[in-house]
């Protein structure tokens, strides 16, 4: 078999699959084998029908047609493979020479990934925010440790913002409960969310045992969006009570043994987490930087297919939360118009994102070994919150490792990218993030008592981590 291929557009190729009728005549007898074993003659076991009784009753071009269709899908993954196209569409195929006993010939075009002229990153310079860390950075952290700590006792008093209480709520029209909005005995952190607009301030000031009704628009199910009355009963006030912050709540809380020595560590985590931070804004700044500087055609049937996927996506998540679509366009403060135009615009430069890494990664000759993929995928199930083995199940169920592995060869890719470029903070710093490690430290710094030079992982692995980059997903990248 021989494979060639001609250029029809940057975007676009035809490719030529040649094939001697010999190397075809092994999918002939599988095909009459196939054949024999569907139909009944007389005289004949099922099966066991000689070649020449097929043709005679189902037809040699029949039998011909069966070895084709048979045949094209391995000749055309072969193909790809001979000359290394990676395809962006299914190709259209056609048959162009088929006759009995000659030589075959199959061509078919399809779109795959542009050449890119990509810019010099060296001369690429973004500036990020400082890693500067303040003592209200530490505090919050503090803070947040002592409400996971906290106790909540029931108080006899007017609720008050950060009580937690428990309420009955209520939802009619036109003075008819609604069914579906009815909820007893429901937990609620005063002001810690919005369940529905007015319910924090109905709540504010009722004792347990009383009620209140206010009016609002109902925020789920089939009825969201619509106006309603919704009658609320406070059942019980608690109010939460903070711990001391002192060597006592250190122990309870951590490792340390005293207050100071939690401050210490959690203003090092702080640190590290404002480093990673800057290594994520970063990668988003250059790949931008790249992605603007480049004129790249696109396969306009692929870009169609992603707009309409990530129209999809946005609809469903609407719908799940109840939210009519033109609440949201007036929450975004967009016309359609101008909604189509920048989610159209958004694909189009993950698009160009995704070409970029790919060609780094093909330039490059990025590797992927079993740890490196096992790692990100065990990342990936902890984000997307399900059992690391339903996950797994998942994923290999609906062949998404190919898309875990380019994830993988697309960060390192984008690593690279980073560490050639200039990147300063905004006090003038310069940032080596080629010494960044992946929690937080540089390469020169001192490990934690807890955590061995071993556990370190360089820049380049910390990047592989990540997806390409947090604004390319939200442009809706390609699978």
């Known amino acids: 078999m021989k494979s060639s291929t001609e250029s029809l ?29 569907q139909i009944t003659i007389p005289g004949f076991r099922k099966g066991k029908i000689p070649n020449a009784i097929v043709d005679q009753r189902i037809g040699r071009p029949a039998v011909l047609d069966e070895a084709i269709n048979s045949a094209l899908p391995g000749w055309y993954s072969q193909a790809l493979q001979d000359t290394k196209i990676q395809p962006l569409s299914q190709p259209d195929i056609d048959l162009t020479k088929f006759n009995d006993g000659e030589p075959i010939e199959i061509t078919a075009e399809l779109d795959v990934r542009p050449e890119l002229d990509l810019p010099d990153v060296s001369k690429i310079a973004v500036t990020v925010a400082d890693a500067e860390v303040t003592p209200d950075d530490v505090e919050e952290q503090i803070e947040e440790l002592r409400k996971r700590f906290a106790t909540f006792a029931e108080v006899d008093r007017a609720a008050a913002d950060g009580d937690f209480v428990t309420i009955d709520l209520s939802a009619a029209q036109n003075g008819e409960p609604i069914e579906a909005a009815q909820a007893e005995s429901m937990p609620y952190t005063i002001g810690s969310a919005t369940m529905l607009d007015g319910l924090n301030e109905a709540i504010i000031g009722m004792k347990a045992g009383e009620s209140n009704t206010f009016s609002t628009q109902l925020a789920g199910g089939e009825l969201a969006g619509q106006d309603a009355d919704v009658t609320v009963v406070l059942k019980d006030v608690k109010e939460q009570q903070l711990p001391d912050l002192d060597d006592d709540f250190a122990q309870t809380a951590s490792q340390f043994d005293s207050l100071e020595e939690l401050r210490a560590d959690l203003t090092d985590r702080v640190t590290r987490g404002k480093r990673m931070e800057q290594a994520n804004e970063a990668r988003d700044l250059i790949l931008d930087e790249i992605v603007s500087k480049i004129d790249a055609p696109l396969p306009e049937n692929l870009v169609t297919e992603e707009l309409d996927s990530r129209r999809a996506q946005i609809e469903q998540q609407l719908e799940y939360a109840g939210i009519p679509f033109e609440t949201f366009l007036a ?11 920048d989610l159209e615009k958004r694909v189009r430069e993950a698009l160009i994102a995704q070409f970029v890494l790919d060609q780094v990664v093909a330039t490059e000759e990025f590797g992927i070994d079993d740890a490196e993929l096992s790692a990100h995928i065990m990342r990936r199930a902890q984000q997307s919150g399900e059992e690391p083995s339903a996950y797994i199940q998942h994923i290999m169920e609906h062949n998404h490792v190919p898309e875990m592995v380019s994830e993988v060869l697309r960060g390192k890719a984008l690593a690279s990218l980073v560490e050639s470029a200039q990147v300063t903070d905004k006090s003038g710093n310069a940032i080596e993030l080629s010494r960044l490690m992946a929690d937080g430290t540089y390469s020169d710094e001192e490990p934690e008592a807890d955590e061995t030079p071993a ?3 360089p820049a380049k692995k910390a990047a592989a981590k990540k997806a390409p980059a947090k604004k390319a997903a939200k442009k809706a990248a390609p699978k």
Do not use: C, G, H, W
């Open 9 to 37: 557009s940057p975007t676009r190729v035809k490719l030529t699959i040649e094939v001697p009728f010999e190397e075809f005549e092994p999918n002939l007898k599988t095909a009459y084998k196939t054949i024999a074993s």
């Open 455 to 457: 556990k370190k992982a």
């Open 331 to 341: 929450d975004e403060e967009q016309t359609k118009e101008e909604f189509e135009a």
